[in-house]
């Protein structure tokens, strides 16, 4: 197998990678979007995983058979593994050790199955080490950013090794029924984020494991931790699969932060419902939540959990920062109609509003100027293909798969901070050959009595326009306790005010509706009658 090599490392245009029935390719990035020749084609639907490096240098991928490392740069092939039911592949964060994951399986006699994690030194191709690693959650060993450190999840411990040294395990961290850890970005000190589930009692945190902070949820069946870039605070959304009240489909969600110096607090979010999607900003000063019944609410916090700036409601259920944090995307996808609002985060200003229907996946490329949306199976089985956007809202390059094939993965290559300048914010759409085709939203069926007839609001809710929450000049008084009481008691009264006021004009134009069907079947019985006498007449 021979490889030849584009200089693309040189030329700093990200590579997107493609999976899918048609085989696994590479399309060169902006200006061009041309298949690739650092990597042939594979033809075939074997390919069940591939991945790149963190800094995009070398790239492996899965075909049934094998599993195969190419180093981009250098052309060649490094190793090739006979893995052939491998379907997870993963690099450590300095390329030194690759990691691929099989499905556990036992023999049929019931007795143990053999090692299904295995970890590889990528300098000489030997196994370091073999592990029993029953499910796919998790099933990646994490290490510190420097490879210092290694942590892995083994029932109810988080096991610690040191150097690439699997031999050898360094310290154990064993609090009772431990579910899920996540270890801290950056520099040491290294820390570690761990999830104990509740029991009757609390976990004990003292002893030669005591906690920089901790914090108890009392309603929580799983949770998500997010660590920010200087590993100074973690966001915990903590959720229950069913809300006992039954006002969610979703469960009970709840936001908390929790710092390293011990400080710990409940984000307190204006509007009841999901939470959606959580992200730290590339400062680690803020983050952003999506989260509320549909129209969703956005909102910045600082680290007092106070909000800064308010987006507003609209159909979003996530966030994306892009690679330098000055531009932020909120997006509906899934089941909402993939509308995408592109923010100047500095400015609080909008720079565009794309549509991209039916999108499954969303990526900003490392440039920090492109994006990439996909439709991808088996998500969704029609319509399968990918767009590349700019950042401003014009359509670069647009694939669509034919009606027989199907599209499982869309992603860029990887680059490390810093190889791209950060370019100044434009709010002029840059210029585009693409068509945009996002079809034109429908008008909603009306009765023939009633189309010729002013049309009246009827949407079931008012969205809320974006609002800035910073404290106004001369204002920033930090108020008493007794002041802060009672300004949170006049702002609970006004937003039950509010709900009042929305609840009466939902019912009012439900009545409104009401009449206007009763007028509607007035009108059509007056016909069928006229048209029964006319019938009737000639008989």
């Not at 592949?89 to 019931?110: M, R």
């Not at 053999?114 to 073999?130: A, E, F, H, M, R």
Request: aromatic share 12%; glycine share 6%; net charge positive.
């Amino acid at each position: 197998m021979g490889f030849s090599f584009l200089d693309n490392m040189a030329t700093s245009r990200p590579l997107l990678t493609v999976r899918g029935s048609e085989g696994l390719y590479m399309v060169n990035g902006s200006p061009h979007f041309t298949e690739s020749t650092v990597f042939p084609r594979e033809s075939g639907n074997n390919c069940k995983a591939y991945t790149f490096s963190k800094d995009g240098t070398s790239f492996a991928w899965g075909n049934g058979e094998k599993v195969n490392i190419i180093n981009v740069t250098n052309k060649g092939l490094l190793h090739s593994f006979d893995l052939p039911k491998a379907v997870c592949l993963e690099f450590s964060p300095k390329n030194t050790v690759p990691a691929t994951w099989q499905p556990y399986t036992t023999s049929k006699d019931g007795t143990a199955g053999i090692p299904n994690l295995q970890l590889y030194d990528v300098k000489t191709g030997t196994c370091l080490k073999s592990f029993i690693q029953k499910k796919m959650q998790n099933w990646c060993p994490s290490w510190s950013e420097d490879e210092t450190l290694c942590a892995h999840y083994v029932s109810n411990e988080v096991h610690f090794f040191e150097n690439n040294n699997f031999n050898t395990i360094t310290n154990k961290l064993h609090l009772q029924k431990i579910n899920d850890f996540v270890l801290s970005p950056g520099p040491q000190p290294y820390k570690v984020a761990v999830y104990v589930p509740g029991s009757k009692g609390y976990p004990n945190f003292a002893g030669p494991h005591a906690a920089l902070a901790n914090k108890s949820f009392f309603k929580a069946d799983k949770v998500t931790m997010l660590w920010n870039k200087k590993a100074t605070a973690v966001l915990v959304i903590a959720s229950t699969d069913v809300d006992k009240t039954g006002a969610s489909y979703y469960g009970e969600h709840t936001l908390h932060y929790i710092a390293t110096n011990g400080e710990s607090a409940v984000v307190q979010l204006p509007k009841n419902g999901p939470i959606y999607d959580v992200v730290w900003n590339s400062s680690s000063t803020e983050f952003y939540a999506v989260y509320g019944f549909m129209p969703a609410k956005v909102t910045l916090f600082n680290l007092k959990c106070d909000p800064v700036f308010d987006f507003g409601t609209g159909t979003r259920n996530a966030a994306y920062y892009s690679t330098y944090g000055h531009i932020l995307v909120l997006a509906g996808f899934g089941n909402l109609r993939g509308q995408m609002e592109v923010w100047d985060v500095k400015n609080y200003k909008l720079i565009s509003k794309p549509v991209t229907s039916n999108s499954t996946y969303f990526a900003w490329c490392p440039d920090g100027e492109h994006i990439l949306t996909a439709t991808c199976a088996p998500r969704l089985r029609v319509n399968n293909g990918y767009k590349i956007w700019h950042y401003t809202g014009a359509i670069l390059h647009k694939y669509d798969v034919p009606s027989n094939a199907e599209l499982w993965q869309a992603s860029w290559q990887p680059f490390l901070d810093g190889i791209f300048p950060a370019k100044t914010i434009t709010y002029q759409a840059v210029p585009s050959e693409v068509p945009n085709e996002e079809p034109k939203v429908t008008t909603a069926y009306r009765p023939p009595a009633l189309r010729n007839k002013p049309i009246t609001n009827s949407k079931l809710h008012e969205e809320e326009p974006p609002q800035n929450m910073k404290p106004q000049l001369g204002n920033d008084k930090p108020l008493s306790k007794t002041a802060l009481k009672n300004q949170r008691k006049h702002e609970a009264k006004k937003a039950a005010k509010q709900e009042t006021k929305k609840i009466k004009n939902l019912k009012r134009k439900l009545k409104a509706i009401e009449q206007l069907k009763e007028q509607a079947k007035i009108q059509k019985e007056t016909a069928l009658l006229q048209e029964l006498e006319d019938l009737e007449l000639g008989t």
